[in-house]
């Protein structure tokens, strides 16, 4: 799968981050969400995130 916004492949863990409102998968990278982060609240699988401790994995919460 790519990124939406600049068609860069996606890391399994970038693949799995949602909209928390909607339930929709935002398909796109880390770099692309840093640009909407505050804007729109995010969750994600921790298991598979490789960036954990970033300003980014720290504003997207878990799924359980």
Same mark, same amino acid.
């Given at each position: 799968m790519r990124c939406? +916004? +600049?068609n860069n492949p996606?890391? &399994?863990y970038e693949s799995t981050i949602r909209n928390a409102e909607?339930?929709?998968? %935002? &398909? %796109? +990278?880390?770099? +692309?969400l840093k640009t909407i982060q505050h804007d729109v609240k995010l969750v994600g699988r921790a298991d598979l995130n490789t960036e954990a401790g970033t300003d980014l994995a720290d504003s997207i919460d878990t799924i359980e």
């Open positions: 939406y +916004c +600049c996606l890391s &399994d909607t339930n929709e998968f %935002m &398909d %796109m +990278c880390n770099s +692309c």
